[in-house]
């Protein structure tokens, strides 16, 4: 159930704390496991209604970290 948001906050503090700006969470190799078919992110009402300006949906696949494709997916 991981937002969009918190994924994009998780590129942003990874992306400081290396001081590595040019490449997705900061240089880091990111493994990410789990069900596609989980259950929806809990997003209260107020905070779709800011979030709906920098994402389509809420799901993690729209994060802005993930949109260069700059991914090998296995």
């Given at each position: 159930?991981?937002?969009?948001d918190?994924?994009?906050a ?33 997003v ?20 802005q970290?993930?949109?260069p ?6």
């Amino acid at each position: 159930m991981l937002r969009a948001d918190v994924l994009d906050a998780i590129d942003f503090r990874l992306k400081h704390a290396r001081r590595n700006y040019n490449q997705p969470f900061g240089g880091v190799q990111v493994l990410m496991i789990g069900d596609l078919f989980q259950l929806p992110p809990i997003v209260r009402d107020h905070e779709w209604d800011v979030l709906r300006n920098y994402y389509q949906t809420i799901w993690f696949f729209d994060a802005q970290a993930l949109q260069p494709k700059r991914f090998r997916i296995y």
